[in-house]
């Protein structure tokens, strides 16, 4: 069992920066994929990006050049730097854990991008 923990969402203006943090509670965190998803209103769960467990990455051609994921597999953390934020990055922000084709989803946090 996974259990994730999502934190440093907010109110920011366009253009502004946001860090979003995920802390994992897991047996062995450095196998899991882990990804950031989001869901703006009235739009399906859609993918920001993903780091797996042996460090390739994959971004969504919307964030490509913004957003950086990481992870800091000591600490079982995964973070999300997203600069250059729009309107229409608005959205719920949900943590991600893959492991042989089990999910497990944070609770989620809010970004708000408006001036």
């Known amino acids: 069992q996974v259990q994730l923990v999502e934190s440093g969402g907010g109110l920011v203006q366009p253009g502004g920066s946001l860090r979003l943090s995920c802390a994992a509670s897991?047996?062995?965190?450095?196998?899991?994929?882990m990804g950031w998803y989001r869901q703006g209103p009235g739009k399906q769960r859609e993918l920001v990006a993903v780091?797996?467990?042996?460090?390739?990455?994959h971004y969504a051609d919307s964030v490509k050049g913004r957003f950086t994921i990481s992870r800091d597999n000591g600490k079982k953390m995964v973070y999300l730097q997203m600069n250059s934020l729009n309107p229409e990055d608005t959205a719920v922000y949900y943590c991600?854990?893959?492991?042989?084709?089990?999910?497990?989803w944070g609770q989620g946090t809010q970004v708000t991008v408006s001036s």
């Open positions: 780091v797996r467990s042996g460090g390739s990455m």
């Open positions: 991600n854990a893959n492991f042989q084709q089990s999910d497990y």
């Open positions: 897991a047996i062995i965190f450095n196998i899991l994929d």
